[in-house]
């Protein structure tokens, strides 16, 4: 009974938090499954359970989605997850998420300079091209494209709402693409599926409920919850895979 409650919790709270931000969902819940469930399974619930997250979320959003510039970084992206899957699964994964939680550091503090002196990123006028290609590569390794599409979209946007609707318009595309891989490799299989199940309709739910929050907020304040929750992504990866690589069972 207090696995289930636990479990309840997990993705209420990933759930609430994707459907304000738009982005979160696996980057929380797959560590906090892994601790009930093994990693298999709790990548394989999360593939099911993220996909109708960020699906309906995209849905919600629908109106706010900017297609043609989505639909092109979504093509860049799908170019380079077989470089992933073949080259970047090979290296240490806490080295990749520790990389990964300094550039959601660093360009979100970027970002908010900028945007309060009115002037226009680095991050999209010159190194645009980049995060594409890291999303895509980090997708094909690990399913996590949203810690390097996350600042990117918002530093890119001059509308808040515009890039998380992006955001949720390319993470259903890609989700296709990570079920069919971890259908492959066996993490969802007819009984994930059925684990997966039950907390459909609490997933449905705590989105609908975080979009509408999202939705209450003005503009700049609602930036301005974008930044802070970049920062607390960026500081978490850095701490848990830091401690991670510290540890004495991850060294020689």
């Not at 979320?57 to 093509?75: G, I, M, P, Q, T």
């Not at 999209?124 to 290609?133: A, E, M």
């Amino acid at each position: 009974m207090m696995q289930l409650v636990l479990i309840f919790v997990i993705y209420i709270i990933a759930s609430f938090t994707q459907g304000v931000t738009g982005f979160g969902f696996g980057v929380f819940a797959t560590p906090m499954i892994s601790l009930i469930f093994s990693p298999g399974v709790a990548v394989g619930m999360n593939a099911v359970l993220g996909t109708v997250n960020c699906t309906y979320n995209y849905f919600l959003l629908r109106e706010y989605v900017d297609y043609k510039k989505s639909a092109k970084l979504f093509a860049v992206s799908l170019l380079f997850i077989p470089l992933g899957a073949y080259f970047l699964v090979s290296v240490m994964e806490e080295i990749v998420f520790l990389a990964m939680g300094t550039m959601v550091v660093v360009v979100t503090l970027h970002s908010m300079q900028q945007h309060r002196v009115k002037a226009d990123s680095i991050v999209y006028t010159k190194l645009g091209f980049v995060f594409p290609v890291l999303a895509g590569s980090v997708a094909g390794a690990f399913a996590a494209p949203g810690p390097i599409l996350a600042p990117y979209m918002f530093a890119r946007e001059k509308d808040p709402f515009v890039a998380k609707a992006n955001l949720q318009f390319i993470f259903s595309l890609m989700s296709i693409i990570i079920i069919a891989s971890h259908t492959v490799a066996g993490n969802l299989s007819v009984d994930t599926l059925l684990l997966s199940l039950p907390y459909i309709p609490l997933v449905f739910l705590f989105t609908k409920i975080g979009a509408a929050v999202s939705f209450k907020l003005k503009k700049e304040l609602f930036r301005r919850v974008e930044y802070s929750a970049l920062l607390l992504l960026g500081a978490y990866l850095i701490f848990q895979n830091l401690t991670k690589l510290l540890s004495f069972g991850n060294w020689p």
